[in-house]
């Protein structure tokens, strides 16, 4: 988690959270014993799955394995970042943030900020009920938006006259802050007007619902066609998506996101009763949306116009989308349409049917390229693997990455010269990890990993935290196979070092890794009483070192078999000599 906070607010935030009674303020729970039980929030189900402790501070699905504290539900839940989350539960519980003069100041201008917004939103709605917008509601009409729609989403309408302004300075708002708030401009060494004037207002939430930005589209064809809110202190466009604040639910229930391009997209599609879908604010799709959107699913399906040059373009910001582990599949919309063009001419139902039948993105990907370059000639080949070897490269999961690698192969068997799978495996090697949001690949499976003994070790030292002297007098971090809980393991040795308290919760605030969260709150659903506690964690111990010592042994032995086709000598016999001493060190502890 990010460090904002120190562990002793943090700490208090969280003893002070009865997490069963703030997870009922989401979802209906059910008392089992001690704890309670629900249907699960985060995936679809009938019978529940979803457990809370409020005695451990932490809830788990047996489900789908999602699990954590009072802090990463609301995460979860709400799609907020942690000290957004830290900031609300400190409200709830009336605990005091440490704020510095600096901070304070941000914080009332990031407050001045948003209430300004609030103000404007609400003077462009009501201006949409005048006779000065009558061409605009016409236009609205026109594109056969009805009023709910208008009234949900907010739109409103900015007339020529920089009424905005006055209405401000009316109420005695200052003009540096309405320039900051990006509402209005300065002509150089001349008056200030408004940015919007003529322009139907679309409002930009975030995902509080809280209007951060405006966009505005003009009634005829003059240029530029839409004209957006400039960056601000609570706005920028790389971090929102528009419409998620209204889709979230939807998205959640469908385990699927749909992405459009622009305001009236979205608006048409989500009127026609498809309610997960949200735009991308007319930019290219950014690590920080992604990661926005991966808090509420990891399928997506995008939609592209028939413009090709536009679709390669953007296909290669989706390559993001790998890297983040999501499912994508592309729609392609005939040529000359776009989603609100296409649900008014084909209906709701075609445009189902539509992205059911979306593919890939490594195909879709690939079939586009087929008709850029000469899948005929090797010059082709050559020109569709540039393209299509990034995209693999940025595969984490090795048996889709295969299936890639085959497929291309299929594809280059035609033609001129066949480029076979080795050709491509060949080339994939050259192709640089030069991608500064580019995540290392997956554990090799070389590895040996005993999840049993670990996972119940860690069981253990969470029902009673004595143990953590006794594990670390004989375990060291490396002894420890699964990533996971070697870096839950290097907190708890840390906090024991410090002499604080350990605890599930705790331990779920300080981990990063939400696999790791997950791991620790299914350690701590589980109820299964040990019978013997100290055998049990004399023998998770004793495998752990068994597990440990054997892989130091196996990597030894693959290092002297590379090492002999070297013919190094000297440092052959070093790698024999620790692999010898290994072995004796091992045979000397039976």
């Known amino acids: 988690m990010p460090v904002l906070f120190s562990d002793s607010i943090i700490d208090e935030i969280r003893d002070k959270c009865n997490i069963a009674e703030i997870i009922a303020q989401y ?26 402790s409020p005695d451990k501070g932490i809830f788990h699905c047996f489900g789908c394995g999602a699990g954590g504290n009072v802090f990463n539900f609301i995460m979860k839940h709400e799609g907020l970042e942690f000290p957004q989350v830290v900031r609300m539960l400190a409200d709830k519980t009336g605990v005091k943030l440490p704020v510095s003069s600096g901070a304070a100041r941000q914080q009332k201008q990031t407050h001045d900020l948003f209430q300004l917004n609030e103000m404007a939103a609400s003077w462009y709605q009501e201006n949409l009920k005048k006779e000065k917008a009558r061409a605009a509601l016409e236009y609205l009409k026109k594109r056969g938006f009805q009023a709910k729609t208008a009234l949900t989403f907010r739109l409103g309408f900015a007339p020529f006259d920089n009424g905005l302004l006055k209405f401000m300075r009316a109420r005695g708002i200052r003009e540096e802050l309405l320039e900051k708030s990006g509402l209005i401009l300065r002509k150089e060494k001349g008056p200030y007007y408004d940015r919007f004037r003529q322009r139907i207002i679309f409002p930009i939430f975030d995902s509080r619902s809280r209007i951060v ?36 639910e939807e998205i959640k229930k469908e385990n699927c996101c749909i992405i459009v391009e622009g305001y009236i997209d979205l608006l048409t599609v989500y009127q ?19 990661k926005l959107l991966g808090r509420h699913t990891k399928n997506v399906v995008m939609i592209f116009d028939a413009d090709r040059a536009g679709e390669l373009a953007s296909l290669r910001s989706l390559d993001l989308l ?92 035609k033609g001129e010269k066949s480029l076979g799978e080795e050709w491509i495996l060949a080339e994939l090697k050259k192709v640089k990890k030069d ?26 030292l969470l029902e009673d935290e004595t143990a ?20 839950a393991m290097r907190i708890v040795y840390h906090l024991h070092i410090q002499g604080e308290p350990i605890s599930a919760g705790k331990l779920i605030t300080h981990l990063e890794i939400e696999e790791a969260r997950q791991l620790i709150s299914r350690a701590c659903a589980d109820n299964h009483k040990l ?31 590379l090492i002999q ?21 091992r045979g000397a502890k039976k």
């Open 322 to 413: 790998i890297e983040q582990n999501m499912g994508i599949k592309i729609v392609a919309l005939p040529k000359n349409e776009d989603p609100d063009s296409f649900l008014r001419k084909f209906g709701k139902e075609s445009l189902q049917k539509k992205i059911t039948e979306g593919m890939d993105l490594f195909d879709y990907k690939l079939n586009l390229l087929t008709q850029k370059y000469d899948l005929g000639t090797v010059e082709g080949k050559v020109g569709i693997a540039a393209e299509m070897l990034p995209t693999i490269r940025r595969v984490q999961n090795a048996i889709r990455r295969s299936a890639y690698v085959k497929r291309l192969a299929e594809a280059f068997s």
């Open 213 to 248: 930005a405006f966009g505005g589209r003009v009634l005829d064809e003059a240029l530029p066609k839409y004209l957006n809110s400039p960056e601000t202190p609570v706005y920028s466009k790389s971090n929102h998506l528009y419409g998620l604040n209204f889709a979230r």
């Open 272 to 290: 026609s009763g498809i309610g997960n879908v949200v735009a991308s604010l007319g930019t290219a799709l950014t690590l920080q949306q992604l």
């Open 468 to 487: 953590v002297s006794e594990i670390r007098k004989h375990l060291a971090l490396e002894d420890f196979q699964d990533l996971r809980i070697r870096e």
């Open 27 to 52: 979802i209906p729970l059910k008392a089992a014993g001690r704890n309670f039980k629900a249907l699960c929030p985060f995936h679809q189900e009938k019978t529940p799955s979803f457990m809370i």
């Open 531 to 561: 019978i013997d506690r100290a055998k049990c964690l004399s023998d998770c111990i004793g495998r752990i070192k068994k597990d440990s010592w054997k892989n130091k042994l196996n990597k030894l032995q693959r290092q002297i078999k």
């Open 435 to 460: 991608f500064g949001y580019y995540t290392a690949g997956p554990v090799q499976k070389s590895r040996i990993v005993s999840p049993a003994a670990e996972e119940m070790l860690l069981k253990i």
């Open 565 to 585: 086709g070297w013919g190094h000598k000297d440092k052959l016999a070093e790698l024999i000599s620790q692999y010898n001493h290994l072995v004796k060190s």
